[in-house]
Structures are given as structure tokens and as C-alpha cells.
């Protein structure tokens, strides 16, 4: 007597419609049609206000005489002075901040210490306090009526009104940005490869230059960038300390302001147009190197768990 099998179907599942997870978002939060339109149409209008008429002005004006004005105004001695000093000061100050900011991210994002919220306070003090504030901090400090000005005149050192002032007010006002991005890199990155490389009798200058610095390396480039961008283009601490010596003491964006007020409106926007310039060389590069940044986070947030597996 053969046994029989009796197959039981399970009941019919209820029909569900297959979303994605950005559906269902779209479905939790969405908005009608003509909301998302009415939103991305002003978005538009705002940034074009805002940013693209401003900038297209500014390169109308500069080429309002036609190519022949526009090479005449950026060629003259005072500007090409300017250029000059604003490349000086950032090859000065950017080097200086990498440097900094290097060895203050690795500090935070690998050590506990005593004083470490302390650091990262006075990393973010360029970003409260005002520029123009810096600026008058180092003529209190450097200026002939100065904290050390006896001391500077009597060894005849000028910093105040002169090149190294202009070189510290941009050091100030620009040394958060290499930090600041890569601390949050470097965190996500944790300390096991550093510390496998250690135990594997590598030694800390060898583990830097072949672990730690190829995994910060966009990091490093985004924050280079953003500082470089800041330090041509600062204006308020800069404007305190170089007392508008014109062919000595301007950079680029006061010698605009010079241009400008002497009613030279041609020069004054061809000036312009080569910081605008910047800003949208700055722009782009900062795009790409963005996308950069993130797949170092990722890659260091996937690599914990995987590691944590490993040793538990």
C-alpha cells in the first residue's frame, strides 16, 4: 500500500507593488507635480540672481573694450605686481596649511590626548571671528605702536604694511580648511591598518607615506583646493595689513577695489574676471574631487565592519 502525499499550496500572497526605496520615499514624502516645478523654477531664478548674471557682468565688463583692452588692463606693472604677490602668498601659505593640517587631522582623528577638543576649537577660530578682526589683531601685535613693535623696529624688521603680513593674515584666515577635511577622513578610516603596519615592523614615517597618505590623498587634494581658492581671494584681513601700498603691498582683490575707486571700471573688472575665473576652475575641480572624498569615507566605513568580523 504505496503512501500518498498530499501538497498543500500556500495561500496567495497579497499583491504588493515592487518599489525601490527612493519610490517609496517619493510615495512618503512626495509632492505634487506642479510643488517639485514651482520649487526647481525658483531654485533657478535664485541662483541665477545670485551668481550667473553677477558673473556674466563681470566678464562683459572686463571685455567691454574688446580683447586688445582686456590684455592692455591685466598687463600693467600694478596688476601684473599684484598677480605676483597673491601667487607669493599662496605658495607661502598653502604649503604651510597642508603641513599644518595634515599633522593636526592625524592628531584628532588617531589619538585621545588631554586637550583635544581645545585643538579642534581653535582650529574653527578663523571661521568665527571676522577677517577684518585678524587683521587688526596683527597690526596690535606687529605695528610700529605694536606689542612687539620696539622689538621689530630696533632689529629694523618690517612685518606690518609688508609682504610677511600679507603672507600671515592669509595663513590665518585660510589654515581650518586643510583640517577640517580631513578629520572627518581620517576618523572614518580608523587606526588598524596604521597599527598592522606597526606590528609588522614598519616604522611611523614608513607607515605615513605608504598607508596613511595614499588613504587621505582626495582629502588632502579637496582641502588644498578650498584653501588655495580662500587664500587668493581673501580680501577683509589682507586689506588691514598691507596698507594699499599700490605695486608693493596689493594683491589681487585689493587692487581691485583700487581700480574701481579711481573709476577705471574696464581694469577693475578684468581684474575681477581672473579671480571669477578661479572661482570656477575652483568649482569644477572641487566637483570631481568630491566624488573622490566620498569613496575614501565609504571605503573606510565598509572596511571597519569587515574588520571587526574578522577579529571577533
Not at 58 to 77: D, L, M, T
Not at 188 to 216: D, K, M, V, Y
Not at 218 to 224: E, F
Not at 297 to 312: C, D, F, M, R, T
Request: proline letters at 5%; hydrophobic letters at 55%.
Amino acid at each position: 500500500m504505496s503512501a500518498s502525499k498530499t501538497f498543500i499550496s500556500p495561500p496567495a500572497a497579497p499583491e504588493v507593488a515592487l518599489q525601490t526605496p527612493r519610490a517609496h520615499m517619493r510615495d512618503a514624502v512626495g509632492e505634487p507635480a506642479w510643488v517639485r516645478y514651482l520649487l526647481i523654477t525658483l531654485a533657478i531664478l535664485v541662483i541665477s540672481a545670485i551668481l550667473l548674471v553677477p558673473l556674466a557682468a563681470v566678464f562683459h565688463q572686463a571685455f567691454a573694450k574688446g580683447i586688445s583692452g582686456y590684455i592692455e588692463a591685466i598687463s600693467q606693472p600694478d596688476t601684473l605686481s599684484a598677480i605676483k604677490l597673491t601667487l607669493m602668498a599662496c605658495a607661502i601659505a598653502v604649503p604651510f596649511n597642508v603641513v599644518f593640517g595634515v599633522a593636526a587631522a592625524w592628531c584628532i582623528a588617531k589619538f585621545d590626548f588631554v586637550g583635544k577638543n581645545f585643538l579642534i576649537t581653535l582650529i574653527d577660530i578663523p571661521f568665527s571671528v571676522s577677517p577684518v578682526i585678524a587683521g587688526l589683531v596683527f597690526v596690535l601685535l606687529f605695528g610700529r605702536m605694536g606689542y612687539f613693535g620696539e622689538f621689530l623696529s630696533n632689529h629694523d624688521w618690517q612685518i606690518v604694511f609688508a609682504v610677511p603680513g600679507i603672507v600671515l593674515a592669509t595663513i590665518f584666515v585660510t589654515f581650518p580648511f586643510v583640517a577640517r577635511e580631513l578629520i572627518p577622513v581620517m576618523q572614518a578610516q580608523g587606526t588598524e591598518e596604521e597599527e598592522a603596519s606597526i606590528s609588522l615592523g614598519a616604522g611611523g614615517w614608513n607607515t605615513f607615506w605608504r598607508i596613511t597618505l595614499p588613504n587621505i590623498k582626495w582629502g588632502l587634494l579637496y582641502g588644498v583646493v578650498l584653501c588655495n581658492a580662500r587664500a587668493m581671494g581673501e580680501f577683509g584681513a589682507v586689506s588691514v595689513v598691507s596698507g594699499h601700498i599700490r605695486g608693493e603691498t596689493n594683491t589681487l582683490p585689493l587692487h581691485v577695489e583700487i581700480l574701481y575707486n579711481e573709476y577705471d571700471f574696464t581694469g577693475a573688472f578684468a581684474v575681477a574676471s581672473l579671480l571669477a575665473f578661479l572661482a570656477v576652475i575652483t568649482l569644477i575641480v572641487k566637483k570631481i574631487l568630491e566624488r573622490g572624498v566620498r569613496a575614501e569615507i565609504k571605503a573606510a566605513e565598509n572596511l571597519v565592519p569587515e574588520q571587526g568580523a574578522i577579529h571577533s
